[in-house]
């Protein structure tokens, strides 16, 4: 199933003249910053009614008289804006990476996230190895996810499996 994945994403990233990332062109110690997201107060109130209705995450007066003195976003929309701000990163019209998939996560809430915060990440290519079987290697990626005082809200170390370079092809800088 993965080859066929790799097949298709190749197939679209080649369709579209869109430089391809791969394993081979990463190299620890390589920072990456993603665009910055606001944190949108509707927004932010929706998610968490629809997904995660704690009243620190929905209802002004009892997030006041909570530990956070107002309401705070949910995880799960912390995580949302993390996602908006790795597209800068990873699948952008000047490149993609060649992703297939992410597994051991291990994330941890440092800060509330509160509406108009401007959140931003910043992802650092921490470790690198061949995976088992070919055509495959695993990164293990530290995401910093900053807000605009530069304050930390959230980390999140991924291992993620990327495509190694087909037959040699040359090197697109990330």
Known sequence: MVEVRLRVERAYAESERMPTVYFEDLEIGSVYLGRECVCDKDEMLEFGRRNDPWPFHVDEAAAARSPFGGVVASGGYIITLWYRSLIEIYNTPRATWAF???FDWKLKFHAPVRAAD????????????????????????FNK??????????TVEVMVLLATRPGGAAAVPP
């Open 100 to 102: 297939l998939g992410a």
């Open 145 to 154: 996810i900053l807000n605009q005082r530069s304050a930390v809200v959230c």
């Open 118 to 141: 401007t959140l931003q990440v910043r992802v650092t290519v921490k470790d690198k190895r061949l995976g088992i079987k070919p055509g495959r290697g695993v990164v293990t990626l």
